[in-house]
């Protein structure tokens, strides 16, 4: 109970909060290249019941019909506003809808497409059991993901086989170790890793002009 109040409360201020950074960066999508400016797709939630994830379009107009549902490194259908949505995750944003809507939460495992979570359905009626999360523990270890991807000979593969276990093995460390004060460290940490990440870049800037 306390957690779905907070998730509410978190998520509906933050949409507030977050609305002029939304409304630039739908602009951006829309003016960028043709197709909506949100991406929806299916993915596993609670109990198994599906449900349609919101982002920012980051990739040109029927980009899952161009290539696989793992995006890797410098993925051609990554368009110049979507790149920078990405490196900065603002295209996850509209998820907040998504745990206004009670089919997110704050903090929980990622949510999956069908197919992989068929893949490994015994791990998965576990991890089900709570609702799928905006951020976990698997992203903060994997928070560039595509890029470690990227380096592998067959990406799919590599996603099965290595990044997926790992990410199942957060999801299940998680469910075991849940409380709202795991839930504000985890949301802490991902803040702290967002601006961090940002610090290196800017350092570069200042150097050059210096």
């Known amino acids: 109970m306390l957690k779905r109040l907070f998730d509410v409360v978190a998520a509906g201020m933050g949409l507030i909060l977050i609305s002029p950074f939304m409304m630039v960066a739908a602009i951006a999508v829309r003016w960028s290249s043709p197709g909506p400016v949100f991406f929806r797709q299916e993915r596993m939630g609670r ?15 029927d980009s899952p019909k161009l290539g696989g549902q793992i995006t890797v490194g410098d993925d051609p259908r990554i368009t110049k506003v979507g ?5 900065t995750k ?3 944003l509209p998820q ?8 997110m939460s704050m903090v929980g495992p990622r949510p999956e497409v069908r197919k992989y979570v068929e893949m490994f359905a015994d ?3 576990e991890i089900l059991r709570v609702r799928p999360g905006v951020t976990d ?26 990044v997926l276990p790992e990410k199942i093995q957060y999801a ?3 469910i075991r170790r849940r409380s709202f004060w795991l839930d504000m460290k985890i949301i802490f940490a991902t ?3 967002l601006l961090a990440d940002r610090m290196p870049s800017r350092l570069s800037e200042k150097s050059k002009t210096t």
């Open 137 to 162: 523990l698997a992203s903060l270890k994997y928070r560039d993901e595509s890029t470690v991807l990227a380096q592998a000979a067959d990406p799919d593969q590599e996603y099965i086989r290595r």
């Open 123 to 125: 791990d998965y009626r």
């Open 191 to 193: 803040i702290f890793q």
């Open 96 to 103: 907040l809808l998504n745990v206004l809507k009670g089919d």
């Open 47 to 61: 109990g198994g019941k599906p449900f349609f994830i919101m982002k920012f379009r980051t990739m040109v107009q």
């Open 83 to 87: 790149r920078l949505l990405r490196k």
């Open 90 to 92: 603002l295209d996850e």
């Open 172 to 174: 299940r460390e998680y």
